[in-house]
């Protein structure tokens, strides 16, 4: 597609549920991060992954979060045993070169409310 | 480690008005400055951003900003506001070779007719 996209865009689940949310990049980006937008907490960085590197995962808040890659594309946020407090927006950006420098594109988000 | 003060959360400016959003940044070395629209239910757009050379930077839509190493800041401009321009602007900093940004908590902009 042109640009980054995410699914889905809403997600309501229950305390304690699982989650995965999706980002799909622009192609050829090698890079990808995801971050967290909370109400009055501007943007979080949670992980990023770049090309077949390990994943810098230190802005990930707890055990219950985690990503992975698959084929240098696609990637996914997995949120186990979801509490009120990850209730938030998750957005999900890839990393392309425009001229001198390198520019973040990101995606509309996943809104995702915790009951 | 870096960080950015975004200290308007909420500002009001009438169409056609000239705009001014802050920024100061917190870096010890020379930083990557940028500025990123979110309108409603979109993702972050990126308006501009200093890397080096020129102080004062043009983006999109009319935006400038000017870097000032002495003040910590990277000030967004935009001499008159259009009602398209409400929306929530982020200022972000981030390292050469660590692309990792670090946002302000952002301001939402209002624009009256």
């Known amino acids: 597609g042109a640009g980054v996209s995410q699914s889905p865009s809403n997600k309501v689940t229950e305390k304690g549920k699982d989650v995965e949310l999706r980002c799909d990049p622009i192609?050829?980006?090698?890079?990808l991060y995801w971050y967290r937008q909370s109400l009055g907490q501007g943007l979080e960085f949670l992980i990023y992954?770049?090309?077949?590197?390990?994943?810098?995962k230190s802005g990930l808040p707890s055990d219950r979060f985690s990503a992975e890659r698959t084929g240098g594309s696609v990637s996914t946020l997995t949120i186990q045993r979801t509490q009120q407090e990850d209730s938030a927006v998750y957005l999900c950006?890839?990393?392309?070169?425009?001229?001198?420098?390198?520019?973040?594109?990101f995606g509309p988000g996943t809104r995702l409310t915790v009951l | 480690a870096q960080s950015v003060t975004q200290p308007d959360i909420h500002i009001t400016v009438s169409e056609g008005a000239s705009l001014e959003l802050r920024c100061n940044y917190s870096?010890?070395?020379?930083?990557?400055l940028f500025w990123y629209v979110q309108s409603p239910g979109q993702g972050l757009q990126l308006l501009l951003k200093y890397f080096s050379g020129d102080t004062l930077v043009q983006g999109i839509k009319g935006f400038e900003a000017e870097f000032k190493r002495s003040q910590s800041s990277f000030n967004l401009r935009k001499p008159s506001v259009h009602w398209s321009d409400a929306a929530e602007y982020f200022c972000a900093v981030g390292a050469f070779g660590n692309e990792k940004l670090t946002f302000g908590t952002g301001t939402r902009l209002t624009i009256i007719p």
């Open positions: 192609s050829g980006h090698t890079a």
């Open positions: 992954f770049q090309g077949n590197s390990a994943p810098d």
């Open positions: 950006a890839s990393l392309g070169t425009s001229r001198l420098y390198n520019e973040q594109f």
């Open positions: 870096y010890g070395a020379t930083p990557y």
